[in-house]
C-alpha cells in the first residue's frame, strides 16, 4: 500500500493494492486483448478514440482506465476543458463536434445495456456520420473498452502510476 501525502493538510487515503495482476496470470488473453484492441481502432479517429475510451471508462467506474486514457488524450493535445466536461457531455455539446457526440452517444448505449438494446434512434445518428466500416470499428472499439474496463474493475487496478503512452 502506497499513501500520498498532501503538504496543506496530510496525507491522503493509502492506495489499495490491485486484486489480481491478470495481465500476469493470463498473458495469452492480455496479449489477445491488445491485438484486438489494436484492430478495433485501426479504423478510429484517434482523437475520436480517447473520447470513446474516457466516456467508457467513466460510466464504469474504471479509475485505472480513466487515469490512463485521459493522460494519453492530454498528451496527445486534448484540451482539459473537453476531457473535463465528457462527464457532463449532454450539458456541454457546444464543446463537440456532431460526429463526435454521435460517438459519444453510442458509447453510452452500448456501454449501459439495462434497457438490453442499443435505441434505434442513437444507431441511426451514428450511422449518420460513419461509415458502415468505420461504424464497425467504433463498435469494435467501444466493446474493446468495456472489456478492458471488466478486467479493471474486477480486479481493481491501481490508477495514478500509468505514463502516457506506456502500453503503445
Known sequence: MT???DTATGSFAPERAPRLEWSRHAPEVWKAMLRLSKAASDGVDPGLQHLVNIRASQLNH?????????KDALAAGESVERVVQLSAWDESRHFYTE?????I???EAVTVLTDGFVPDE????AAKHFDEAELAHLIAAIAMINAWNRFGVTCRLTPGHYTPGQYA
Open 105 to 107: 452517444e453510442l458509447t
Open 62 to 70: 474504471c479509475a485505472f482506465c480513466l487515469d490512463m486514457h485521459t
Open 3 to 5: 499513501t500520498h501525502t
Open 122 to 125: 442513437v444507431y441511426e445518428t
Open 99 to 103: 460526429r463526435e457526440l454521435a460517438a
